[in-house]
Nanobody, 126 residues
């Protein structure tokens, strides 16, 4: 029912910036909480940021002060602005939502009908 597509990843130097986009179709984005996750090689998937239905925002300690999550309801898009990127930020980044979901701090909790994008690769390397 909900389709999510991430974009904006790429290769950047340490200290650089990227803005990731998560665009939804099939439903209006403002009806859902949206979470950003990342998974690096050999590591578990990590919830890094979440924006609630009322636009409250939450961040993991690993990205706090460097990343900003926001939403543009008119464009049905959630953004993740990433500044001061570090090599340890290298991962595949995913956005996710659910028919019944909410933010538990920076982690999106999905109780019913999970929806995931295909992911976008972010590589931070000198």
């Amino acid at each position: 029912q909900v389709q999510l597509v991430e974009s904006g990843g790429g290769l950047v130097q340490p200290g650089g910036s990227l803005r990731l986009s998560c665009t939804a179709s099939g439903s209006t984005l403002n009806a859902y909480a949206i979470g950003w996750f990342r998974q690096a090689p050999g590591k578990e998937r990590e919830g890094i940021s979440c924006i609630s239905r009322d636009s409250s925002t939450y961040y993991a300690d690993s990205v706090k002060g460097r990343f900003t999550i926001s939403r543009d309801n008119a464009e049905n898009t959630v953004y993740l602005q990433m500044n001061s990127l570090k090599p340890e930020d290298t991962a595949v980044y995913y956005c996710a939502t659910g028919a019944v979901s909410g933010c538990l701090g920076p982690k999106l909790i999905i109780k019913l009908r999970q929806y995931w994008g295909q992911g976008t690769q972010v590589t931070v390397s000198s």
